[in-house]
Each structure stands twice: as structure tokens, then as C-alpha cells.
């Protein structure tokens, strides 16, 4: 869910000309304070393991644990992964979770914040995230919410 949000907040800020809204559920602020070094602090048991699954591909791929580890303080390095928050203008259904604190709470409420869209709305719970993405009546709502984006708002949203 969480890299799915991020790549959400990469792809904002570029204004594809088809991108019609976004829907960031529970993602990061910043890789270097909520991802890799938590208040300065190395991550040491997610970021591994995370950033494991993140070397699939075909071609080449950055190697994110290293890089964490090469770069223990913020630097041009991670100046390099920050997003222009400033700059998403598309429609948002934001979502975050006072469960998950830890690693996504406080980033999505900044995230959310910072977009400078026009048309964005927030939601904060406090359950479990995935089961809370499917429950049904949440799978409704953001089927209206991208209904009114892609079809307009004359598709009964």
C-alpha cells in the first residue's frame, strides 16, 4: 500500500496530461526520515527486508540498503528523493492511518498538506490498513470518488 503511495506522490508533481486522480492510501513522507533513519536512527529490521523486494527487475536497480547505509546523514543523496509535494495539482482521496504511526501517519498528513490540488479530501482511521482498503463500503467510495475523475461528475457521483 505504502509504495503504491509513493509512487503516486512521484508521479503528481509531474503532470502527465492523462493522470485524472490520485489516491495515496497510507504512504511516506520522505525516504530519509520516515523510511531509512526514523528521527536520525538507522532503520535496521523493515528497510532490509523492504528493500529486497524492491531489486526486480530486468535491468538495473538501485540498491537502497546500501545507499542507506553509505548516506547516514541527509544529504544531496536524499535531497535527490524528495518529492514536490507543491506541485500535484490533481484531484486526491487521501487516506491514513493513526495505526501506523510509525512509518506513515505523520508523512501522509504532510503530504496531504502540502499538495497544492484544488479538489483533495482526507480520511484517517484506525484499523488494520489492508483490511480496511477492502472493506466494502471504502471500495464504494473510491469507486465514486474515480468515477466523478474519469467519467465526470454525470456518472451518478
Known sequence: ????????????????????ALNPWEGFL???????????IRETRFVPVACAGLNWSLTRTEDTNANVLAHPLYDAYWASKENDFEAIEAPMFVVASWSDQGLHLRGTLEAYKRASSQQKWLEVHGRKKWAYYYQPSNVARLGQFFDHFLRGPTSGS
Do not use: D
Open 1 to 20: 500500500m505504502s509504495y503504491l503511495a509513493a509512487i503516486q506522490w512521484q508521479v503528481g508533481p509531474l503532470r502527465p496530461p492523462h493522470l485524472a
Open 30 to 40: 520522505g525516504l530519509y526520515r520516515e523510511f531509512a533513519m526514523h528521527g536520525g
